[in-house]
């Protein structure tokens, strides 16, 4: 093997490629596999011994990759906090363009651990990240204030529930015959959708459904609907959310873009470059979707001088 193949099958891994994908990559460039320089062995045990060079010194590497960045970048803001052992249990970083995406597009919608919301073309943006180590309530809240400080500005709406999640438990919350009733799930929708009711009209409108399906000692249903205001899109209608109501698809979606990166297994230093690559990836595609935009032109529904205006 020579520094070429040792350097492919570190850049590769950064894309979720392991050892023997990477050393079929090379063959396959290279004429086949009489004319690599190594062995699949030989891949094998290169990256290893890179993982086995990194444990060691995984979180701090980390931290300093991050610290030089902020003293490199002016506008590159980090924050980190250790344990009484000095081992990083809480990381948040945020560059120059994760700060103009959030300036533009940053009233919309936050994700843990990941802070994304939506551009001009309806695509993800992601605003910064945080590494936590323990899923507390405590952390989160640290997370939210270095974000604040970090961007000035707080986000319009922090946290709302999942309408799709919530709705999904609506069968095995019911009884099975009110479930199955013809009028229930209809009556259900048609109530939590109704963009135009008021907080007392949706009121009425419930406590009518309750009566009607004899419901009112279901203990899911009077939970929920105790926290109706982060999750009922009535209650939210004066937020911009850029079509976030539900929020499932657009997370999935967000998950699946960077896992073709990231994995479960990775060190934290295999992790940040992972993560750069994805970043990169998803802000080369903000860049061809702009390029688009001002180099082409729709296709017009009519003559009218608005939707010209418009588009």
């Known amino acids: 093997m020579d520094f070429l193949d ?16 990477a050393y079929n990559l090379v063959s396959s460039m290279k004429g086949g596999f009489d004319s690599r320089g190594g062995t699949a ?3 094998k045990n290169f990256h ?15 931290v300093d990759i991050l610290t030089n960045r902020k003293l490199c970048f002016s506008n590159f803001s980090f924050e980190v906090q250790k344990d009484v052992d000095d081992h990083p249990t809480r990381l948040f970083w945020a560059d120059d363009i994760s700060k103009a ?6 009233d919309y919608s936050m994700v843990f651990v990941l802070f ?13 990240a945080g590494l936590l180590a323990r899923d507390t309530a405590d952390a989160y809240v640290w997370l939210l204030e270095v974000f604040r400080k970090t961007f000035v500005k707080p986000p319009m709406i922090i946290h709302r529930l999942c309408m799709w999640h919530i709705t999904q438990k609506l069968e095995e919350q019911i009884p099975i015959d009110v479930y199955n009733h013809p009028d229930f799930q209809k009556t259900f929708f048609d109530i939590i959708w109704n963009l135009q009711c008021s907080p007392q009209d949706f ?10 399906f004899h419901l009112k000692e279901n203990d899911w249903l009077r939970f929920v609907f105790k926290i ?3 999750w009922i899109p009535a209650f939210m209608r004066d937020l911009e959310l850029s079509g976030l109501m539900q929020t499932t698809s657009r997370l999935e979606s967000l998950n699946n873009a960077f896992s073709h990166f990231l994995h479960h297994k990775s060190n934290l230093v295999k992790f940040m470059m992972s993560f750069d690559s994805a970043m990169e990836k998803q802000r ?11 180099t082409t032109t729709p296709k017009l529904r009519t003559p009218l001088a608005i939707e010209k205006h418009t588009s």
């Open 6 to 21: 040792e350097s492919f099958i570190h850049k590769v891994g950064t894309c979720n490629i392991g050892a023997s994908k």
């Open 41 to 43: 062995v030989d891949f």
């Open 48 to 62: 290893s011994d890179l993982n086995c060079k990194i444990r060691v010194k995984d979180s701090q590497m980390v």
């Open 101 to 106: 995406n959030y300036k533009e597009f940053g």
């Open 116 to 128: 994304t919301g939506v551009d001009y073309h309806k695509r993800c943006a992601t605003f910064s």
């Open 203 to 212: 009121k009425s409108s419930w406590s009518a459904m309750l009566d009607k």
């Open 228 to 230: 109706r205001d982060l």
């Open 284 to 294: 080369h595609h903000q860049s061809l979707s702009d390029y688009q935009s001002t």
